[in-house]
């Protein structure tokens, strides 16, 4: 292990870390339940867990996306992730509360593991804790924490693997890097995070030849990982030979980051990207690299390897935030106070969590849409053999049934039996879902029976008997 002295320079008070931490708490308190809980990624990827951990089948049965055009289930990924919300979701019936609690700690153990790393690599207590909560507060990390995809384990073990490399814990850190690929593909960077650190050590100490003894380490415990991965997922090297030209599967820009920076409505986080390139310029001039190598290098990294994503989701964008949000840290902390970060941070994205409150706070309650249930079920209908089609909102409350998303049925195989559709009069959220005028010509000999709102949205439920 090795120390950097200069990083724990810093003008830290606790007075001004508590208040930092005050702040940063209010803002997740305030976004729990109100950032973008309409989002499909939630429900998806629950149903991906549900589907593996109470119906028993790997596949994507609800939304219908199979791989490679989508992670299709945890047919090659997500079994670990699938585990985890299994365990911690089950007792409280899949809510959906409880799942934005579970995304919540384990963004909250992923600033743990990075306080370890920090401190470890001489980042006083004071300056380390500060560099977390700032890091917290950034919008790709809130994001995190309030929708239920995979990426928040993803990044804990991967900032794991780092903690425990440092630690000289190789082989463990060897395997929990390759874990995190097991959970998500964009788990990809937790072995190129282990490559930063091994490259920086090597620049710090001057020595710029590999050290064995460590690499063999390191694979010997990813090879431990990949037995891992194919025991969870034996059928993955079959599925990659049918489907070796996952073609259409980009998502339509170059990078994640490229979503994130320029695809975002009113261009709100360019300002973010010029705060980078501005420290990243002083950085290189300073030559601040030599002292600590690791941002520049894992920034760099981070950035290359999403070329090569099939993906490009701007979720991805903590596993580059990260190391560039430690390159910031440490340039803006040399010449200013160090609280200029994390007031910097909060000037930034307040405003944006101020928006994105007002937007999504009145879409918080959901228990309205218990009235679809409600009125399917009172229609006297054995609902274990009834087909229930609707939007991705209306996962959590059919969860247990034969649901499944509308925009992914096939006009040519509408199911027999009983069938049930819930669509909506307003123009939906997402543009891959449709309104009931679009949807309704999937469907023969359906008839009106219940219309409800929720947030001021109006639906109708049709049904079909056989």
């Known amino acids: 292990m090795y120390t950097n002295a200069s990083l724990a320079t810093g003008k830290y008070t606790p007075i001004s870390v508590s208040v930092i931490a005050v702040l940063v708490v209010a803002v ?58 299994c365990a911690a979701l089950a007792p409280f019936n899949w ?35 500060t560099c977390c909560l700032a890091l917290a507060a950034t919008e790709p990390f809130v994001a995190m924490a309030n ?41 990809i960077m937790g072995p190129i995070y282990l490559i930063a650190y091994e490259l920086s050590r090597m ?38 030979a049918v489907f070796s030209n996952p073609a259409g599967s980009n ?41 600590w190598p690791f941002p520049i290098i894992a920034s760099l990294a981070t950035l290359f390897i999403g070329f ?60 309205e849409l218990q009235v679809a249930r409600s009125a399917i079920a009172s229609r006297g209908t054995d609902l274990s053999h009834a087909h229930i089609f609707g939007d991705s909102m209306f996962w959590p409350v059919l969860k247990d049934l034969s649901f499944q998303w509308a925009p992914s049925v096939d006009p040519e195989r509408v199911p027999a039996g009983p069938i049930y559709l819930i669509c909506g009069l307003d123009p939906p959220f997402f543009t891959f879902e449709h309104t009931c005028a679009e949807e309704l010509p999937a469907f023969r000999d359906i008839q009106l029976i219940e219309q409800f709102s929720w947030a001021s949205r109006k639906y109708l439920i049709y049904e079909r008997r056989e």
């Open 203 to 240: 620049v710090q100490a001057r020595r710029f030849r590999l050290e064995f003894h460590r690499v063999a380490k390191l694979v010997l415990g990813g090879l431990l990982g990949l037995a891992i991965y194919f025991i969870l997922h034996p059928d993955t090297l079959a599925l990659w």
């Open 308 to 367: 090569f994503l099939h993906h490009h989701n701007y979720y991805y964008a903590p596993f580059w935030y990260f190391p560039s949000f430690l390159l910031v840290f440490v340039t803006i902390n040399v010449a200013w106070r160090a609280v200029a970060v994390p007031v910097l941070v909060l000037v930034l994205f307040v405003p944006q969590y101020a928006v994105k409150y007002v937007k999504g706070h009145k879409y918080a309650d959901q228990s």
């Open 28 to 85: 997740y308190a305030s976004m729990f339940r109100s950032y973008n809980v309409y989002e499909i990624d939630t429900p998806w990827s629950l149903s991906f867990s549900y589907n593996y951990c109470v119906k028993g089948i790997d596949i994507d049965a609800t939304f219908g996306e199979p791989f490679p055009a989508g992670q299709g289930g945890t047919v090659v990924f997500g079994k670990i992730a699938g585990m985890v919300q």
């Open 251 to 291: 998502m339509g820009s170059i990078h994640f980051l490229y979503g994130y920076f320029f695809e975002a409505r009113a261009y709100r986080h360019l300002p973010e990207l010029a705060v980078f390139t501005a420290c990243l310029l002083v950085h290189i001039w300073r030559r601040d690299y030599m002292q």
């Open 147 to 187: 929708i239920s995809r995979y990426d928040y384990i993803t990044f804990l073990l991967a900032v794991c693997a780092l903690v425990l490399a440092a630690r000289e814990h190789l082989v463990l850190a060897g395997l929990i890097s390759v874990l995190a690929i097991e959970v998500h593909p964009i788990g």
């Open 95 to 129: 809510s959906l509360i409880a799942a934005n609690v579970l995304s919540v700690a384990g963004v909250v153990l992923g600033m743990a593991a990075i306080f370890a790393f920090l401190v470890g690599q001489g980042f006083s207590r004071f300056a380390a804790v």
